[in-house]
């Protein structure tokens, strides 16, 4: 299995011993995040960077992690939030005036902002560790013994910046990364009795994928597709289709093995790749890397993509967050673009119950922190049956949109009926989206978004508690990409929100609207010189 840069053995036995202070502190999530504590947030998508570079935009991603500015609502919080570029004051200012019953100035007060100054194809941490300035300047701002730090996810990177300023990760260990894996995960389905689609473990030679693959169709002779998959591929794109209706010459049993072999072989350079500009070339060099495997396709006229999310305590209690059905795009449907809150009530209790045994398995193997499990979801004769098929040991895109309304809300999540309440006792549903995007968005700078926002009254009301919360705005001017939760009292109010968001959008950016003569707000006053 690939990792990134591997740590001594010295190195690993100093970051336990740290993230052993978190099960010494630990009470339960809602009571830690109230105590008089420094939070050192570092948002780098430690992943690799040659798949990363797929996603349009993926740079703005570590904005997806702002949500947990809105934890400077207890104002006993110190928070620091590190970037790999500037991002812009008025993105900051839009997170801190989402804070209830706390002064703006107050929670700005407790908060640094830091950056490294580097665009460049390096993972945020990385970057951070190859500035000892900086290092030190984190390192003087936090307070020893009421400090942790939190990640996106969890890599020997992270481990390293860890050990390096004295203070625990909430996460998990480098080491169990494994079990986030394609073949991890199929290991954990099957120790914990969770239905998954029959595969193959991972290869480390392109070459040896035809062979698993021929061996996974004798298995299921009635196969129509499978699915090649990088082992460490991410938010679906290291996923490919192979369509085995081209070949009925060599459908078993009807031929032997080797010419099946033979030509799953030659089919793979037509694989049908969820990125255009990916190629086979490119897909098989990857392979010694990051490994591969073969999946059965799941086949279904009414399918879907639910998942649970949970949480494993530091003390190894495992609790249920939430569930979704995820919005999947692509040419074959593997890639994450949103998520609707909850899941569908018809399986939405079977994918907690489900997600709690695979978090059982994961606190076995010493897994703290988030976790995801996606399935998919296919109607048979008016039951849906459900089949595990990947786990996240890192935070997703379900993970900034269910926080943010956790803390706005200041509710709480029912396991016995899978729904979210406020305070209040009212029902939340919300959809949410990383992959608003379209062309004539580009442009767009957050500025003229927050015109937009406050000209149409589409931000967030705290006192209905609806409405919309807006991230990755870094994204909007150069790709014209925007991501968003939009939040209701019922699925369909939700729906609504949203899509008047794109709608306004879609108006404001029209020929006519960005006529400069025919602008709709006034200009600001102008100050010249200075800084």
Not at 269 to 297: D, I, M, Y
Not at 314 to 336: A, F, R
Not at 454 to 469: E, W
Request: proline letters at 6%; a negative charge; one cysteine or more.
């Amino acid at each position: 299995m690939h990792t990134i840069n591997p740590s001594s053995s010295a190195q690993g036995e100093q970051f336990r011993q740290l993230q052993s202070q978190l099960r010494d502190r630990w009470q339960s999530v809602d009571l830690f995040d109230q105590e008089d504590c420094d939070i050192l947030v570092v948002p780098s998508v430690s992943m690799d960077q040659r798949e990363l570079k797929k996603i349009p935009g993926f740079l703005h991603y570590e904005e997806r992690l702002l949500f947990s500015l809105i934890r400077l609502r207890n104002p006993s919080t110190r928070l620091i939030y590190v970037t790999a570029v500037p991002m812009s004051p008025i993105i900051i200012d839009y997170y801190l005036q989402l804070l209830p019953g706390i002064p703006f100035s107050h929670a700005r007060d407790r908060l640094l902002l830091l950056s490294t100054y580097d665009s460049s194809l390096k993972p945020l941490t990385q970057k951070i560790l190859e500035r000892p300035r900086l290092m030190q300047r984190i390192h003087h701002a936090l307070r020893p013994n009421k400090s942790y730090m939190v990640c996106y996810n969890s890599t020997y990177f992270e481990q390293e910046l860890s050990v390096k300023l004295g203070i625990p990760l909430l996460a998990p260990d480098p080491d169990l990364l494994y079990w986030g894996t394609k073949s991890g995960s199929r290991e954990i389905f099957a120790e914990s009795g969770v239905p998954h689609p029959d595969g193959s473990q991972s290869v480390e030679k392109a070459e040896d994928l035809a062979k698993v693959a021929a061996e996974l169709w004798e298995r299921q002779p009635d196969l129509k597709r499978m699915v090649v998959k990088l082992n460490e591929g991410f938010s679906g794109e290291g996923n490919a289709v192979l369509d085995l209706r081209s070949m009925p010459e060599v459908a078993p049993p009807s031929s032997e093995h080797d010419s099946r072999v033979a030509a799953l072989h030659d089919s793979m350079e037509h694989l049908s790749f969820q990125s255009k500009e990916e190629t086979w070339a490119n897909f098989s060099s990857r392979v010694p890397e990051l490994g591969a495997l073969v999946e059965g396709f799941i086949e279904g006229e009414e399918k879907r993509s639910p998942s649970v999310q949970g949480y494993i305590t530091p003390t190894g209690e495992v609790e249920i967050l939430s569930t979704h059905d995820q919005i999947l795009g692509g040419p074959d449907g593997q890639i994450y673009l949103g998520c609707y809150f909850p899941a569908d009530e018809a399986y939405r209790l079977r994918l907690q119950e489900m997600g709690m045994r695979v978090g059982r398995a994961l606190a076995k193997k010493g897994a703290i922190e988030r976790y995801g499990v996606d399935f998919v979801a296919v109607n048979k004769d008016g039951a849906w049956d459900l089949q595990a098929i990947e786990i996240n040991l890192r935070k997703g895109g379900t993970t900034h949109p269910f926080m943010t309304l956790k803390y706005l809300t200041n509710g709480r999540y029912d396991l016995s009926t899978g729904l979210f309440y406020s305070q209040q006792g009212q029902e939340k549903y919300y959809i949410a989206s990383d992959n608003l995007q379209k062309e004539r968005y580009r442009g767009l700078m957050p500025n003229d978004l927050m015109d937009i926002i406050a000209h149409h009254r589409l931000h967030f009301d705290s006192s209905t508690r609806t409405g919309n919360v807006f991230h990755l705005m870094g994204a909007l001017s150069e790709f014209g990409k925007l991501g968003l939760t939009s939040i209701g009292n019922s699925l369909q109010q939700a729906e609504d929100c949203y899509n008047q968001v794109i709608k306004v959008l879609d108006e404001e950016t029209s020929q006519k609207a960005n006529s400069v003569s025919k602008s709709s707000y006034p200009s600001p006053p102008i100050a010249w010189g200075g800084n």
